[in-house]
């Protein structure tokens, strides 16, 4: 928009509207624009569903609630899928703090999946206290491994990481395809059933609660690791300019690979949840995309891990939602994915206006306008 | 001898998709923009030239009121403009608004995936028609009419045996290879992608050379979704069908050097790679799977041999990911 005038004119002309960046803005305004846009694309989605299906939008809003709290089991179900979302935003967040673009969590995530399934399936008869804490072993080495091949080539030769751990995911998908049919059960279904042996034990029945619990905790120390340790602030300092790194003597190529370690284990983590906690089986769709969802939003919440919990919430709860809307009102099951992706359109879209901030064009800029313009121009320069 | 024309043909049918996807994400790269959202725009392209063809075969009487002029350019225009559309959001969000291009990008990708799956399972439904799955045999028929004389041998099997969207796929990309490479308008789009902030000095309009690559790129990739329905599957619209074909175009897009021309190269390469497990006889269903990951392994190669050679004409755009604002340097 800035840019479009400067070149086609030679005469002094302002453009109708000019971008400042913002800055001393009150501590809720972004909080205010944010919830703005969230009502606004609450708006949009319900108009697209009432143009779709003719029903009044507010019953539309009590199905959705409907989906996450309508009972216990739902509300322990949609507690469980966000603590899996949680996890992996949480294991891509110190990569992308550092502007390491790690959008192969999906791939890391299936790895360690895979490692524990191979665990549960292999060790047959093995006792449950000496398997878990090798599953996570090795789930979360697996998980690691994925992630430090493009971390190894990003910091010796610079190679695009974005690219590189974008392909790493659909080397693990075939993968975990080809071990699903190595493994199939019954022979010819083209899945593996649900595994018995290896399970993560149930609490009060309820096989979803270590998982919270665990995811719950990782939050709470991923938060202390990037703000309060040496390595967080190593991450800080690589992110913001690799340069000023080098210069105060950090070494770059170690943080980098170190970062993709941590990022990769934990991505190995959320596998091993997985696959061992909640679905006790694996296929291509156990992170079903996730991976990809985690990326938004760790990126919404500003890398910032208690926020992160909220955004994971918003994306649950609407895709649930729209789930339920889908199967009450009997519209086809990929209907929250145009409504989440509606949602992220917005937010996305309203973080500029928290960065920068819209002015008209200047009085004096163009006299024969300035009579018609000049109420709401006023409006304007008061504000 | 017919096997190997057949294996050709075969290939080439393959990679037909991913070209036009390549090209497309060619051309928006070497605007700076990362567009992760090529596989949800090919889906879009693909369901709108389906929910194109649809409405214009409910509206005829009988199907031999077609017009074939007709049967072809509406579904074409449906696409390109869905997946302009669905592109001009990128544009907007990551230009205009300068949001984060994986994030935006990503968010475009579940956004067009699902709207693609929700009207291909739903658009028979929502129309009140009859039939329960989404199918425009009837269009689909132009679009897979070949040339006359590609039953007559190998070459006819090897050259003239597609729809006409598989030679709009190579002419598209050597017209992109000679715009880029050769016209002043490439090398204006070249110098936005590398640097913006020099190319806005140096007086290039900034906003609109990322704008146009970003739109045209979605457009020309949308058609690859279009081809993929009308020819290959026959018109008929099957959930996920798609698959991970728009991942491989992004692929396609690092394994040839971001020039569209080996792009053709490559999408017969990768096509190949797609249905060699198929082809190689005795080959049990779970090393089909395993083989299916050479395609990717293949780009990883390519993309580590690169970037530890580092030539310059080989290089990703330099500026390929980051948002442009002129009062920030």
């Known amino acids: 928009m800035a840019n479009k005038s400067a070149t086609a004119e030679k005469k002094q002309r302002e453009p109708l509207f000019h971008i400042v960046k913002r800055d001393g803005l009150r501590p809720w305004e972004p909080y205010a624009i944010r919830a703005v846009a969230i009502l606004l694309a609450l708006i949009v989605s319900s108009l697209l569903t009432l143009i779709l299906t003719g029903k009044n939008p507010f019953l539309l809003f009590s199905a959705m609630f409907e989906g996450s709290f309508g009972s216990f089991r739902r509300f322990l179900s949609m507690l469980s899928d966000l603590a899996i979302l949680l996890c992996i935003s949480l294991a891509v967040t110190p990569a992308f703090k550092m502007r390491f673009w790690n959008i192969g969590a999906e791939g890391q995530v299936l790895a360690g999946g895979l490692a524990t399934a191979a665990c549960m399936i292999l060790m047959k008869g093995w006792p449950i206290a000496v398997m878990i804490p090798l599953m996570l072993i090795v789930a979360v080495v697996a998980g690691a491994l994925w992630a430090i091949l493009p971390a190894v080539c990003k910091a010796f030769w610079g190679t695009n990481e974005t690219l590189f751990t974008l392909m790493m995911n659909y080397v693990a998908i075939q993968l975990v395809r080809y071990f699903v049919t190595v493994w199939e059960n019954p022979k010819g279904s083209g899945h593996i059933g649900v595994i018995r042996n290896g399970q993560l034990p149930a609490i009060a029945g309820y096989s979803e609660i270590i998982p919270i619990l665990v995811v719950a905790t990782a939050v709470a120390l991923m938060y202390v690791y990037l703000k309060y340790s040496k390595h967080g602030y190593e991450i800080e300092v690589v992110g913001q300019s690799e340069n000023t790194a080098r210069y105060i003597g950090i070494n770059v190529k170690h943080v980098i690979i170190r970062t993709m370690l941590v990022s990769g284990a934990i991505c190995g983590l959320a596998g091993f949840l997985l696959v061992s906690g909640t679905d006790h089986t694996i296929s291509p769709d156990t992170a079903g995309g996730d991976g990809f969802t985690a990326i938004m939003v760790s990126w919404l919440a500003k890398f910032n891990p208690l926020y992160m919990a909220l955004t994971a919430f918003l994306i649950v709860f609407l895709s649930r939602g729209g789930g339920e809307i889908a199967t009450t009102m009997r519209l086809n099951s990929s209907f929250p994915e145009i409504l989440t992706g509606i949602i992220l359109f917005f937010i996305i879209g309203c973080e500029f206006f928290i960065h920068y901030s819209v002015r008209l064009r200047h009085k004096k800029a163009a006299p024969a306008e300035v009579a018609a313009d000049a109420d709401s121009e006023e409006k304007e320069d008061r504000e | ?329």
């Open chain 2, 1 to 329: 001898m017919s096997f190997l024309a057949n294996f050709i043909q075969r290939a080439m049918v393959q990679g037909i998709p991913l070209l036009f996807g390549s090209t497309g994400e060619i051309l928006t790269e070497k605007s700076g923009n990362l567009n992760l959202g090529i596989p949800g725009i090919m889906y879009v392209g693909g369901i709108s030239g389906v929910m194109g063809a649809f409405y214009y075969e409910q509206s005829l009487s009988s199907p031999e009121a077609m017009s074939g002029f007709l049967a072809i350019l509406i579904p074409l225009l449906s696409a390109l403009l869905g997946a302009g559309l669905v592109s001009l959001i990128y544009a907007f969000l990551t230009i205009t608004l300068r949001a984060n291009q994986n994030v935006t990008g990503l968010a475009i990708t579940t956004f067009g995936v699902g709207f693609g799956n929700f009207f291909g399972g739903s658009l028979a439904k929502l129309a009140g028609s009859e039939t329960a799955s989404l199918s425009v045999v009837e269009t689909s028929r132009y679009f897979k009419a070949s040339i006359v004389g590609s039953d007559s041998g190998f070459f006819g099997q090897v050259f003239l045996s597609y729809g006409f969207l598989a030679y709009v796929a190579i002419l598209i990309a050597v017209v992109v290879t000679v715009l880029l490479r050769r016209t002043r308008l490439g090398l204006h789009l070249r110098a936005v992608g590398e640097n913006p902030a020099t190319a806005d000095a140096a007086g290039i309009n900034v906003g609109a050379y990322k704008y146009g690559a970003t739109v045209l790129g979605g457009a020309v990739a949308g058609l690859g979704g279009l081809y993929y329905v009308m020819d290959y599957m026959g018109g008929i619209w099957s959930n996920n069908g798609f698959g991970d074909r728009g991942w491989l175009a992004i692929a396609l897009v690092i394994f040839a050097l971001w020039n569209p021309s080996y792009g053709i190269l490559g999408s017969f390469i990768f096509g190949g790679l797609y249905i060699l497990p198929v082809i190689i006889p005795g080959l049990s269903r779970s090393m089909v799977e395993f083989f299916a990951t050479f395609p990717y392994l293949v780009t990883i190669a390519v993309l580590v041999v690169t970037s530890m050679r580092k030539k310059r004409e080989t290089q990703p755009p330099a500026s390929l990911g980051l948002s442009y604002f002129r009062e920030e340097r």
